[in-house]
DNA sequence: CGGGTTACCTGACGGC
DNA sequence: TGCCGTCAGGTAACCC
């Protein structure tokens, strides 16, 4: 579900919804097999600290508090909400209206509202970190390439270093997060569609010397694709919601993603899909060259 | 090590 | 109505 716009509007309203910066009074899990293990006996050791703040790093999202982090990742279909404090404690009845059978664990907070994850897939990851450690000596953390969005080191030249060595289409390779981070399946079609790439052109190929305009182009898209997606509340294909539990905008404004078979918004060619490293790959055959 | 495939898990949807 | 195959926004383990 959620790549970097969808984890950043999360981030936003969360952020916005722990701005008086209550204390954490208890976590309750209702399962505790998300992805690999997860909960641990260190999360306890938050109990009663102050959130500082709510950060993201790539797709992860990070709550600083005064006695440690807490690192949560979304997976496909992870959500966070906030309950109020009524239906906070309706919440301990397992019938509750309010809770779902895939809400697995709970945040209650000082103000006995609480923040509750409902991963249906179970795919995402909720565990703490050390905020005082460097990226580097964080597992999850530590092989994560630049920010697309405010770190100057993802430009042309970087990405003319990194692709020379890569023989594989340009699609998968912009979606490794070592190279740079945050770009998905949806965003990777639509920001090749926008610099006139095409998916399966090798990444290596980009990196020629004649190819400068197309690696600056690619590198604006992104930022592009990304930042706009942000303002239009991020995608929903299928369950992506907000912690207010809107549905996000910008699949309004796809040019490839799902739109196979219908007509290029730019030159009416019909656009094409294929599989690309597992992954269903959206573009117009016309607009997009190799 | 790069690159492709598979697994992880549930639910939605289309075809029969 | 129901069963079955396929697919879904991510990551990581596993192959060669």
Same mark, same amino acid.
């Not at 209702?30 to 950060?55: C, H, N, T, W």
């Not at 404004?253 to 599989?275: A, D, N, Q, W």
């Given at each position: 579900m959620p790549e970097l716009p969808e984890v950043e509007v999360v981030r936003r309203q969360l952020s916005a919804v722990l701005k008086d910066k209550p204390i954490i009074e208890a976590f309750c899990?209702?399962?505790?097999?998300?992805?690999?293990?997860?909960?641990?006996?260190?999360?306890?050791?938050?109990?009663?600290?102050?959130?500082?703040?709510?950060?993201?790093?790539?797709?992860y999202l990070l709550i600083e508090t005064s006695k440690g982090g807490i690192l949560s990742h979304?997976?496909?279909?992870?959500?966070?909400?906030?309950?109020?404090?009524?239906?906070? $404690? *309706?919440?301990? &009845?397992?019938?509750?209206?309010?809770?779902?059978?895939?809400?697995?664990? #709970?945040?209650? +907070? %000082?103000?006995?509202?609480?923040?509750?994850?409902?991963?249906?897939?179970?795919?995402?990851i909720f565990e703490t970190y050390n905020p005082s450690l460097p990226e580097k000596q964080n597992a999850r953390l530590a092989h994560l390439g630049p920010e697309p969005l405010f770190e100057d080191l993802f430009d042309d030249v970087y990405l003319q270093q990194k692709l020379k060595v890569r023989a594989g289409p340009i699609k998968s390779v912009i979606m490794d997060q070592k190279l740079v981070v945050g770009v998905g399946n949806i965003y990777a079609s639509e920001a090749l569609f926008h610099a006139?790439?095409?998916?399966?052109?090798?990444?290596?190929? $980009? *990196?020629?010397? &004649?190819?400068?305009?197309?690696?600056?182009?690619?590198?604006?898209?992104? #930022?592009?694709? +990304? %930042?706009?997606?942000?303002?239009?509340?991020?995608?929903?294909?299928?369950?992506?919601?907000?912690?207010?539990?809107?549905?996000?905008?910008?699949?309004?404004?796809?040019?490839?993603?799902?739109?196979?078979?219908?007509?290029?918004?730019?030159?009416?060619?019909?656009?094409?899909?294929?599989?690309?490293?597992g992954r269903s790959t959206f573009w117009c055959s016309s607009c997009q060259k190799k």
């Open positions: 899990f209702y399962r505790k097999d998300l992805r690999d293990i997860m909960p641990q006996k260190e999360l306890q050791k938050l109990v009663g600290a102050q959130i500082i703040s709510v950060q993201r790093r790539a797709k979304l997976g496909m279909t992870g959500q966070w909400r906030v309950l109020n404090a009524k239906d906070s $404690l *309706a919440f301990e &009845n397992a019938k509750s209206v309010v809770r779902g059978t895939h809400d697995h664990l #709970r945040v209650i +907070l %000082s103000t006995g509202e609480s923040l509750v994850y409902r991963d249906p897939r179970r795919f995402g006139g790439i095409h998916p399966l052109l090798p990444a290596q190929k $980009l *990196a020629a010397k &004649n190819r400068q305009e197309s690696l600056q182009a690619l590198v604006l898209s992104i #930022r592009k694709v +990304l %930042s706009e997606a942000i303002e239009k509340g991020g995608s929903t294909i299928a369950d992506f919601k907000s912690m207010s539990g809107d549905a996000g905008g910008f699949q309004n404004f796809h040019f490839v993603y799902g739109r196979e078979g219908e007509l290029c918004l730019k030159c009416k060619t019909k656009i094409k899909v294929c599989v690309v490293a």
